[in-house]
């Protein structure tokens, strides 16, 4: 049996912000459990949903070092769909009513968390032969296995690995508190180290020291090698090339199955989606005050509302595209000034844009189920999981070829019959603008080839099995079997 732990700051279904808590929650649960035993760590957080604290039961606690100060570390536990979840327990440092706050706090508090995670592990009884890192709030660990820990018995022959879900975070800080914080010797704060531009930066720290590197989509591991996704670490990705490899996402299939979904009005599947998924669009035609019309052709967009996810160039073409025959229902929330943009763009064009900002579970299953088409210019996209479930619900993506959106969305090609979406090259909202409107005439125009496509789309399978064969080829890699 091969030990492997999973280290994050974020979970589903405990704490979520965002597509990390999808992935530490859904991944363990498909890997080969004859050969495989895949536990998670997160933090025990005081703003998490009282109903899974209830649940918890108190495993131990200690006192550990942090540089110069003494710190409680409780450990709690949960077997939560066959998986064992730790819980590491400090209200001075997990209290409050986000998992993130300001980020000198932020440094602190998962410098805390990464040596309590390491610290618990004798007394929890569960000995990895692999610690798995998820993003930069976990990025000293690493670093910490090669450092004091590499000294005891237990973790002499532990292996890391260090995955980046969005290379943009970095756990960045001045270097003379990030030493007091750790108690790191300066030796670690060198270029070649946790040094970088003169701060200490926690994802750099955990991208030397891991024993192998991933990301979440095979596109985005050549794009960040390069200076303009590489976010000033390409130096050190390039360097790293052979320890990195790009594997991507994959979502639930059974909470994102439209023959089952819960919060749907009309469940359909590839076979019947023809005459059934038109239901679910009237519905929400309805429930959202747009004009009625089955025919209409509907784009949906659920996402933060930020100018990573292209919205500047929605932003400048906004007016031309509302005025073409179709429906645009938004959900999101995020920078003001988009927020602000599609309120605007829901007064103007009543009965045509639909601007939802806020964020539901419930709206989001809906729109996934009754658009047309599913609208994601990203300027960069790691992996990216909108997309995905887009393509589950026969919603055809309109996307930008860049990371994960190019490895999981075919562009159409009429001339073969092929492709599951739509997309274009370049940053460019023109470009944008031309791709929905090839898209929109071929929903209205070309109405069978359309179909086909969503019968392709449908087809597709980027359940979470698909990426744990993956995961278990690189564990046994790793490990020399």
Same mark, same amino acid.
């Given at each position: 049996?091969?030990?492997?732990? %999973?280290?994050?700051?974020?979970?589903?279904?405990?704490?979520?912000?965002?597509?990390?808590?999808?992935?530490?929650?859904?991944?363990?649960?498909?890997?080969?459990?004859?050969?495989?035993?895949?536990?998670?760590?997160?933090?025990?957080?005081?703003?998490?949903?009282?109903?899974?604290?209830?649940?918890?039961?108190?495993?131990?606690?200690?006192?550990?070092?942090?540089?110069?100060?003494?710190?409680?570390?409780?450990?709690?536990?949960?077997?939560?769909?066959?998986?064992?979840?730790?819980?590491?327990?400090?209200?001075?440092?997990?209290?409050?009513?986000?998992?993130?706050?300001?980020?000198?706090?932020?440094?602190?508090?998962?410098? *805390?968390?990464?040596?309590?995670?390491?610290?618990?592990?004798?007394?929890?009884?569960?000995?990895?032969?692999?610690?798995?890192?998820?993003?930069?709030?976990?990025?000293?660990?690493?670093?910490?296995?090669?450092?004091?820990?590499?000294?005891?018995?237990?973790?002499?022959?532990?292996?890391?690995?260090?995955?980046?879900?969005?290379?943009?975070?970095? /756990?960045?800080?001045?270097?003379? =508190?990030?030493?007091?914080?750790?108690?790191?010797?300066?030796?670690? *704060?060198?270029?070649?180290?946790?040094?970088?531009?003169?701060?200490?930066?926690?994802?750099?720290? /955990?991208?030397?020291?891991?024993?192998?590197?991933?990301?979440?989509?095979?596109?985005?591991?050549?794009?960040?090698?390069?200076?303009?996704?590489?976010?000033?670490?390409?130096?050190?990705?390039?360097?790293?090339?052979?320890?990195?490899?790009?594997?991507?996402?994959?979502?639930?299939?059974?909470?994102?199955?439209?023959?089952?979904?819960?919060?749907?009005?009309?469940?359909?599947?590839?076979?019947?989606?023809?005459?059934?998924?038109?239901?679910?669009?009237?519905?929400?035609?309805?429930?959202?005050?747009?004009?009625?019309?089955?025919?209409?052709?509907?784009?949906?967009?659920?996402?933060?509302?930020?100018?990573?996810?292209?919205?500047?160039?929605?932003?400048?073409?906004?007016?031309?595209?509302?005025?073409?025959?179709?429906?645009?229902?938004?959900?999101?929330?995020?920078?003001?000034?988009?927020?602000?943009?599609?309120?605007?763009?829901?007064?103007?064009?009543?009965?045509?844009?639909?601007?939802?900002? %806020?964020?539901?579970?419930? @709206?989001?299953?809906?729109?996934?189920?009754?658009?047309?088409? %599913?609208?994601?210019?990203?300027? *960069?996209?790691?992996?990216?999981?909108?997309?995905?479930?887009?393509?589950?619900?026969?919603?055809?993506?309109?996307?930008?070829?860049?990371?994960?959106?190019?490895? =999981?969305?075919?562009?159409?090609?009429?001339?073969? /019959?092929? /492709?599951?979406?739509?997309?274009?090259?370049?940053?460019?909202?023109?470009?944008? *603008?031309?791709?929905?409107?090839?898209?929109?005439?071929?929903?209205?125009?070309?109405?069978?080839?359309?179909?086909?496509?969503?019968?392709?789309?449908?087809?597709?399978?980027?359940?979470?099995?698909?990426?744990?064969?993956?995961?278990?080829? @690189?564990?046994?890699?790793?490990?020399?079997?």
């Amino acid at each position: 049996m091969k030990n492997v732990l %999973f280290v994050a700051s974020e979970c589903v279904p405990f704490i979520k912000t965002g597509g990390l808590a999808d992935v530490v929650g859904s991944l363990p649960k498909c890997f080969n459990k004859d050969e495989f035993d895949v536990r998670v760590i997160i933090p025990k957080y005081m703003c998490m949903k009282e109903e899974y604290k209830n649940q918890l039961e108190y495993i131990t606690h200690f006192y550990m070092d942090l540089s110069w100060r003494s710190q409680y570390v409780g450990v709690l536990h949960m077997m939560y769909e066959g998986i064992h979840y730790y819980f590491i327990d400090n209200e001075y440092y997990l209290a409050g009513p986000r998992p993130y706050g300001n980020i000198y706090e932020d440094i602190e508090k998962f410098a *805390f968390f990464s040596k309590a995670a390491l610290s618990a592990l004798p007394l929890i009884g569960f000995k990895p032969d692999i610690v798995h890192c998820h993003d930069w709030q976990t990025g000293l660990i690493p670093v910490f296995l090669k450092d004091k820990f590499h000294e005891g018995e237990f973790f002499c022959n532990m292996k890391s690995i260090m995955t980046i879900h969005n290379l943009k975070f970095q /756990g960045v800080w001045d270097m003379k =508190t990030v030493k007091d914080i750790t108690g790191l010797p300066s030796c670690y *704060f060198t270029p070649d180290k946790l040094e970088a531009y003169g701060d200490a930066n926690y994802l750099k720290g /955990g991208l030397v020291y891991a024993d192998a590197i991933t990301t979440v989509s095979r596109t985005y591991a050549e794009e960040i090698k390069t200076p303009f996704y590489g976010e000033h670490l390409d130096g050190l990705l390039n360097a790293r090339a052979h320890d990195l490899r790009g594997i991507v996402n994959g979502i639930d299939y059974d909470e994102y199955n439209p023959e089952t979904d819960r919060y749907i009005v009309k469940n359909y599947n590839a076979k019947n989606f023809r005459k059934e998924k038109v239901k679910n669009k009237r519905a929400l035609q309805e429930e959202l005050g747009l004009e009625k019309d089955d025919k209409k052709f509907m784009i949906g967009i659920v996402s933060r509302l930020t100018d990573q996810k292209g919205f500047d160039l929605i932003a400048y073409m906004m007016d031309e595209m509302c005025q073409q025959d179709v429906q645009f229902v938004i959900l999101g929330t995020g920078e003001e000034k988009y927020e602000n943009m599609f309120r605007h763009f829901a007064w103007k064009y009543q009965g045509k844009v639909s601007a939802n900002i %806020f964020y539901s579970e419930a @709206m989001s299953h809906k729109i996934y189920a009754s658009c047309d088409a %599913f609208l994601m210019p990203s300027l *960069f996209e790691p992996c990216g999981l909108s997309q995905l479930m887009s393509l589950r619900y026969g919603t055809l993506p309109i996307v930008r070829e860049t990371g994960g959106l190019k490895d =999981t969305v075919i562009p159409y090609n009429e001339y073969e /019959g092929t /492709g599951t979406g739509f997309s274009f090259a370049n940053y460019n909202a023109h470009e944008m *603008f031309n791709t929905l409107k090839y898209a929109q005439y071929i929903y209205y125009e070309k109405k069978r080839e359309w179909n086909k496509m969503v019968d392709r789309a449908m087809a597709a399978d980027f359940s979470w099995a698909n990426s744990a064969k993956q995961y278990e080829e @690189m564990y046994n890699w790793m490990l020399g079997c």
